[in-house]
C-alpha cells in the first residue's frame, strides 16, 4: 500500500491524522515543525517523538521528499531543475541575482491554456501537481536557504488547480510553515476568474496577470482564455480588492515582433 505524504499537509490535516492514529494531540505540532522548518526528509530523524509513535508513523506515512533528477545549469547561475511526479516530469528554475534568488514553481504537469508563445501549452495537461508537489520544489534544491522569493509562474496555471496552490501558500506563509512573509510570494495568472476569486479572497501573496495584449481580439490570437475571460472582466474582478497597502498585482508582457510591439 502506499504510504501518505506528510509532506505538504496543513496543521489541520496533521491534527487529523494524529487524531486517526491514536498518536498524542500535540504531535501534529511537533511534524509539522520537523517538516516545514527543520526540513527533515525521514520520520526517524523527528527525534522529540517516541520511538513507538515514530514507528507507528513509519508503518503508514512517509516525509515524501523526492530529490531533483537533473539540473542544468547556465553561465549566470540559473540552475533548472527537472522533477519526476508520477509518470511525467515538472521544472523548476533557480534565478540568482545580487541581492535577491528568486525560484519558478510548477503547478500543474502540462497546461490546459495553450496559449500560443507557451511551450508547456503545446506539450498538452496531463495533470494537477499536489501541494508536496509544489513544495517539495522548494524544500528539495540545496539553495532553499538563499531563497528571497518565490513565484509560481512554471509549468501550469496556478488558478486552474487553486485548491492545491492555496494550501501550498497557507504552509509557506503559516507560523507553522515556513512562516515567509505573503509579500515574498507572487502568483500568475491568465485570467481565470473562478481561482482569482479565490485566490484573492484567502491569500494575501502578491499577484501576476498575463498580459501580453490589451487590444481583446489580438490578445484572443494568442491566448484562448480570453474568449471565456476577457481582460476586461479579469480587471474589474481585481479592483474588488485592496491593493493599496502592500499587496502588489502587476502584469506581464511578452514583447512580439509585428504583434504587440507597434506605435499604434
Same mark, same amino acid.
Given at each position: 500500500?502506499?504510504?501518505?505524504? %506528510? %509532506?505538504?499537509?496543513?496543521?489541520?490535516?496533521?491534527?487529523?491524522?494524529?487524531?486517526?492514529?491514536?498518536?498524542?494531540?500535540?504531535?501534529? &505540532?511537533?511534524?509539522?515543525?520537523?517538516? @516545514?522548518?527543520?526540513?527533515?526528509?525521514?520520520?526517524?530523524?523527528?527525534?522529540? %517523538?517516541?520511538?513507538?509513535?515514530?514507528?507507528?508513523?513509519?508503518?503508514?506515512?512517509?516525509?515524501? #521528499?523526492?530529490?531533483?533528477?537533473?539540473?542544468?545549469?547556465?553561465? $549566470?547561475?540559473? &540552475? &533548472? !531543475?527537472?522533477?519526476?511526479?508520477?509518470?511525467? !516530469?515538472?521544472?523548476?528554475?533557480?534565478?540568482?541575482?545580487?541581492? /535577491?534568488?528568486?525560484?519558478? =514553481?510548477?503547478?500543474? #504537469?502540462?497546461?490546459?491554456?495553450?496559449?500560443?508563445?507557451?511551450?508547456?501549452?503545446?506539450?498538452?495537461?496531463?495533470? $494537477?501537481?499536489?501541494?508536496?508537489?509544489?513544495?517539495?520544489?522548494?524544500?528539495?534544491?540545496?539553495? @532553499?536557504? /538563499?531563497?528571497?522569493?518565490?513565484?509560481?509562474?512554471?509549468?501550469?496555471?496556478?488558478?486552474?488547480?487553486?485548491?492545491?496552490?492555496? &494550501?501550498?501558500?497557507?504552509?509557506?506563509?503559516?507560523? !507553522?510553515? @515556513?512562516?515567509?512573509?505573503?509579500?515574498?510570494?507572487?502568483?500568475?495568472?491568465?485570467?481565470?476568474?473562478?481561482?482569482? /476569486? +479565490?485566490?484573492?479572497?484567502?491569500?494575501?501573496?502578491?499577484?501576476?496577470?498575463?498580459?501580453?495584449?490589451?487590444?481583446?481580439?489580438?490578445? +484572443?490570437?494568442?491566448?484562448? =482564455?480570453?474568449?471565456?475571460?476577457?481582460?476586461?472582466?479579469?480587471?474589474?474582478?481585481?479592483?474588488? @480588492? $485592496?491593493?493599496?497597502?502592500? /499587496?502588489?498585482?502587476?502584469?506581464? !508582457?511578452?514583447?512580439?515582433?509585428?504583434?504587440?510591439?507597434? $506605435?499604434?
Amino acid at each position: 500500500m502506499e504510504k501518505v505524504k %506528510l %509532506l505538504g499537509m496543513t496543521l489541520t490535516e496533521l491534527k487529523t491524522l494524529t487524531k486517526e492514529m491514536g498518536l498524542p494531540s500535540f504531535t501534529a &505540532k511537533q511534524m509539522a515543525d520537523w517538516l @516545514y522548518k527543520k526540513r527533515v526528509t525521514t520520520i526517524e530523524d523527528m527525534t522529540n %517523538l517516541s520511538m513507538a509513535n515514530r514507528s507507528k508513523l513509519e508503518s503508514a506515512c512517509e516525509v515524501g #521528499i523526492v530529490s531533483p533528477e537533473r539540473v542544468q545549469e547556465s553561465e $549566470d547561475g540559473t &540552475k &533548472k !531543475y527537472l522533477f519526476k511526479t508520477n509518470d511525467s !516530469y515538472i521544472e523548476t528554475v533557480f534565478i540568482p541575482e545580487a541581492d /535577491r534568488a528568486t525560484l519558478c =514553481v510548477s503547478t500543474q #504537469i502540462g497546461c490546459k491554456m495553450n496559449c500560443l508563445f507557451c511551450m508547456t501549452g503545446k506539450q498538452g495537461f496531463s495533470g $494537477d501537481l499536489t501541494a508536496a508537489d509544489i513544495l517539495n520544489q522548494m524544500q528539495a534544491i540545496p539553495e @532553499y536557504d /538563499r531563497l528571497t522569493n518565490v513565484v509560481f509562474m512554471g509549468m501550469g496555471e496556478p488558478m486552474d488547480n487553486v485548491d492545491a496552490v492555496l &494550501k501550498s501558500l497557507e504552509i509557506m506563509t503559516s507560523d !507553522y510553515g @515556513y512562516a515567509w512573509s505573503p509579500k515574498r510570494v507572487t502568483v500568475s495568472t491568465v485570467g481565470l476568474i473562478p481561482g482569482l /476569486r +479565490r485566490f484573492l479572497a484567502e491569500s494575501d501573496c502578491h499577484l501576476a496577470v498575463s498580459l501580453h495584449n490589451p487590444i481583446a481580439e489580438e490578445r +484572443r490570437s494568442i491566448m484562448p =482564455v480570453q474568449k471565456a475571460y476577457p481582460i476586461e472582466s479579469v480587471l474589474e474582478e481585481i479592483k474588488k @480588492y $485592496d491593493f493599496t497597502h502592500q /499587496r502588489r498585482v502587476s502584469f506581464e !508582457y511578452i514583447m512580439f515582433k509585428d504583434l504587440n510591439d507597434t $506605435d499604434n
